[in-house]
T-cell receptor, first 112, second 117 residues
Framework: DQQVKQNSPSLSVQEGRISILNCDYT??????FLWYKKYPAEGPTFLIS?????DKNEDGRFTVFLNKSAKHLSLHIVPSQPGDSAVYFC???????????FGTGTRLQVFP | DTEVTQTPKHLVMGMTNKKSLKCEQH?????MYWYKQKAKKPPELMFV???????INESVPSRFSPECPNSSLLNLHLHALQPEDSALYLC????????????????FGDGTRLSIL
């Protein structure tokens, strides 16, 4: 049972445009959500997170939106750059545990 | 640059061998984690240590034995592994356990790619 789902395995965006990566979850006990970026042969790099008490968090070019009623999370990257090309994982943590449950990832390609 | 260092980067071992994976962080984090990632799959949690004590074991087989000798170091001892244990093993750390410190991100090392012959 996949509790965290990223339904788009890949996304291709032109440089300078907005990239929108989506994530859906099923467990209403999740209270903390994160996005990680992963390059080949490297570990996941933390990008941005959001607590369930908020609906938006922004850090530079990265904004995460949380819609609790829809159990939906999205990451916006504006403007997209070629260096953003990587696999993006969303992850969620249940209330009062340190466990992270990852989605299956979305491969983002930013082309010139 | 990752602040969580894992060694070795690659490891090939036979099913009767005993080996250890090592993870080190010097960020003063008090929670450390082991994850296993199979090809084209997301990372899956194996163990959580908080203040050098094991707090979560996700029903991992006993052929994997974690150890936290001090707050900066986390080991994973391997013995009698099976071919299906071949995977990328990731270590992570965070400032504190969520229960005591609130929600904080986990920071990952680059992993050890393990192959069992």
């Amino acid at each position: 049972d996949q509790q965290v789902k990223q339904n788009s395995p890949s996304l291709s965006v032109q440089e300078g445009r907005i990239s929108i990566l989506n994530c859906d979850y099923t467990n209403s006990m999740f209270d903390y959500f994160l996005w990680y970026k992963k390059y080949p042969a490297e570990g996941p790099t933390f990008l941005i997170s959001i607590s369930s008490i908020k609906d938006k968090n922004e850090d530079g070019r990265f904004t995460v939106f949380l819609n609790k009623s829809a159990k939906h999370l999205s990451l916006h990257i504006v403007p997209s750059q070629p260096g953003d090309s990587a696999v993006y994982f969303c992850a969620a943590s249940p209330y009062n545990t340190d466990k992270l449950i990852f989605g299956t990832g979305t491969r983002l390609q930013v082309f010139p | 640059d990752t602040e969580v260092t894992q060694t070795p980067k690659h490891l090939v071992m036979g099913m009767t061998n005993k080996k250890s994976l090592k993870c080190e962080q010097h960020m003063g984090h008090r929670a450390m984690y082991w994850y296993k990632q199979k090809a084209k799959k997301p990372p899956e949690l194996m163990f959580v240590y908080s203040y050098e004590k094991l707090s979560i074991n996700e029903s991992v087989p006993s052929r994997f034995s974690p150890e936290c000798p001090n707050s900066s170091l986390l080991n994973l001892h391997l013995h009698a592994l099976q071919p299906e244990d071949s995977a990328l093993y990731l270590c992570a750390s965070s400032q504190e356990e969520k229960r005591t410190g609130g929600s904080q991100p986990q920071h990952f090392g680059d992993g050890t790619r393990l192959s069992i012959l």
